[in-house]
């Protein structure tokens, strides 16, 4: 039974679903704005903001989960370096969803996630 239980399942298998979100994740961090739809959008805010918080925190540990789970390692350390200052006074709410057109062809609703 999934009583409760309020894992975003994406229509995919575990392994397919978490490369996503790595990817995704990755992307965001990269970038600043990722364009995908509402559902992954909401599962991407989660992992983002997890990350974030892993490079407030600024220990070794929190490094190296951050890049276990980031695919590029050099990113991993320009996030550290910059996210206290960036997101110091923050306590949460590092990513903004904006809700867009649906997309052509098989009418999904369309968001764009960015960093604050």
């Known amino acids: 039974m999934r009583h409760q239980c309020r894992v ?20 965001l961090i990269r970038e600043g704005r990722v364009t995908t739809t509402t559902a992954r959008a909401k599962a991407l805010r989660d992992q983002a903001e997890k ?13 190296r989960r951050a890049i276990g ?9 320009a996030l550290f370096e910059k996210a206290q200052d960036r997101y110091g006074d923050r306590s949460g709410g ?23």
């Open 69 to 77: 789970y980031i695919y590029d390692k050099q990113l991993v350390h």
């Open 94 to 116: 590092y990513t903004r969803i904006f809700r867009t057109i649906s997309r052509r062809g098989d009418n999904a609703r369309m968001s764009i996630v960015e960093l604050v």
């Open 8 to 27: 975003p399942q994406l229509g995919r298998p575990a392994d397919q679903r978490k490369a996503m979100l790595r990817g995704l994740t990755t992307q």
């Open 51 to 63: 990350m974030i918080t892993l490079a407030k925190e600024g220990t070794l540990a929190s490094r």
